[in-house]
């Protein structure tokens, strides 16, 4: 949202356009509009107070000099350049030596350790045999199997259910539709037998 956009209405919409203010880049009419705020508002008018004060108090702090003794630290902890067969085996190695690499590699462990323990091998000590990959992705198409059919059997009793549920609702209706022509056939009787009754 560009400052041009903002309309200041309260102190939250100040407190955002007073650093451009203070820097002098705000807009002419946004200047006019934090003005007005900061003439009603003693609390936005302490705020621009403290940002100024911080200001003179940065601007008058003496520079500091690093001490010599940093500098060499710094310039000693920068690893030289080898040359030779040592210094392209580093260059070489160097991709797989970023954080990015390790961690996918972590994440890959981590995934088979979690594949492995989806699909059934044992928590022991692992043998050459627990880590075959056909016994493993065989145990795994199972365990995938067994949960899909689960899946299937409940949304079958779901069906199931939500059928009986509305053949009831339907058998419901029926019978409050039936007992309504019923009163209604029974009143028209019974009016039938009144004027019959009357006009004898």
Not at 56 to 81: S, T
């Amino acid at each position: 949202m560009s400052m041009e956009s903002i309309q200041i209405r309260d102190c939250q919409a100040c407190e955002a356009a007073l650093c451009d203010y203070v820097d002098g880049t705000l807009a002419e009419e946004l200047r006019g509009q934090v003005e007005a705020h900061l003439g009603g508002c003693p609390a936005c008018a302490v705020y621009l107070k403290d940002i100024q004060d911080a200001l003179v108090v940065l601007r008058e702090a003496e520079e500091i000099e690093p001490p010599p003794v940093l500098v060499n630290r710094i310039l000693f902890q920068i690893p030289a350049k080898e040359s030779g067969f040592l210094g392209w085996l580093g260059r070489f190695f160097e991709p797989v030596r970023q954080p990015r690499f390790v961690m996918g590699a972590m994440m890959t462990v981590l995934s088979l350790a979690m594949m492995s323990r989806c699909a059934g091998v044992p928590n022991r000590t692992l043998t050459q045999s627990d880590i075959d990959p056909v016994k493993i992705v065989g145990a795994f198409e199972d365990r995938v199997h067994r949960t899909w059919d689960r899946g299937v059997m409940a949304y079958e009793s779901i069906r199931l259910v939500y059928e009986i549920r509305s053949r009831v609702h339907d058998w419901r209706q029926q019978e409050e539709l039936d007992s309504a022509a019923n009163d209604a056939a029974a009143k028209d009787a019974i009016k039938a037998r009144e004027t019959s009754v009357g006009s004898s």
